[in-house]
């Protein structure tokens, strides 16, 4: 099975800017999961999907956003783009809203705010 | 916020040697992780293991659990220059229902560099 696939790989946005980052689940993932990795944060969990719904939100601002599709693709959206916000976005897909499964994750993608 | 507190933060050691490294969380888990990620890259899951286990193994890796003292050790045995990386362990918390499955609670890494 192919893995977990971002797009893009990386972006370079201004500040006030907002951007788009999109996430293909492996096939069968009905979860998709968001998490931010910044060198002074580390990662932290932004939201997940399950089935086109938003289960769970970390403490984000409401800036960032997220939607999943009937096909379980999930994009994410920062809005009034912050240099804060540079980071690796990565997301994680599960096989189903199971306690034990394991996440598994996307190469990321690398944005920075000018 | 982190959950996890992994010790050494970094940690050097020759081809060969074995690495160990520990994680130490502070809520009741269902289950515990452990992620490699090389350059800031994306995350390659290494092992889970559940509460009620207390040690798994797969391939050169073996990892223990300690609930009682809410810890858990990486042991890579026979280390490979290209097991440099870093190594993460994460948590999903106990009870926290169905809502909260795909939420990991990440510690802040320890970096691995193993000399050839």
């Known amino acids: 099975k192919a893995g977990v696939t971002q797009t893009p790989r990386y972006l370079i946005k201004t500040r006030g800017q907002q951007v788009t980052l999109s996430c293909s689940p492996i096939s069968g993932h009905r979860s998709v999961s968001w998490y931010q990795q910044t060198p002074g944060q580390g990662l932290q969990f932004l939201f997940e999907y399950f089935s086109e719904t938003q289960r769970n939100k970390g403490n984000f601002p409401g800036r960032f956003s997220g939607r999943q599709f009937s096909n379980s693709r999930s994009e994410m959206n920062v809005s009034t783009l912050e240099l804060g916000d540079s980071a690796l976005y990565l997301c994680?897909?599960?096989?189903?809203?199971?306690?034990?499964?394991?996440?598994?994750f996307g190469p990321g993608t690398r944005l920075t705010v000018l | 916020s982190q959950q996890g507190e992994e010790d050494p933060q970094a940690l050097s050691i020759q081809e060969g040697e074995n690495a160990t490294m520990n994680c130490s969380y502070k809520?009741?888990?269902?289950?515990l992780q452990w992620y490699r990620q090389n350059s800031g890259r994306g995350l390659v899951h290494l092992i889970l293991?559940?509460?009620?286990?207390r040690e798994k193994h797969s391939g050169r890796l073996r990892v223990t659990l300690d609930t009682s003292k809410k810890s858990s050790s990486l042991l890579i045995t026979a280390s490979r220059a290209a097991d440099t990386a870093s190594y993460f362990c994460?948590?999903?918390?106990?009870?926290?229902?169905?809502?909260?499955?795909?939420?990991?609670?990440f510690g802040q890494g320890t970096i691995l560099t193993v000399h050839p």
């Open positions: 293991i559940r509460s009620n286990e």
């Open positions: 809520t009741s888990i269902n289950n």
């Open positions: 994680a897909s599960r096989s189903q809203g199971w306690a034990y499964n394991e996440q598994f």
């Open positions: 994460a948590t999903r918390p106990a009870n926290a229902g169905g809502t909260s499955y795909g939420k990991l609670t």
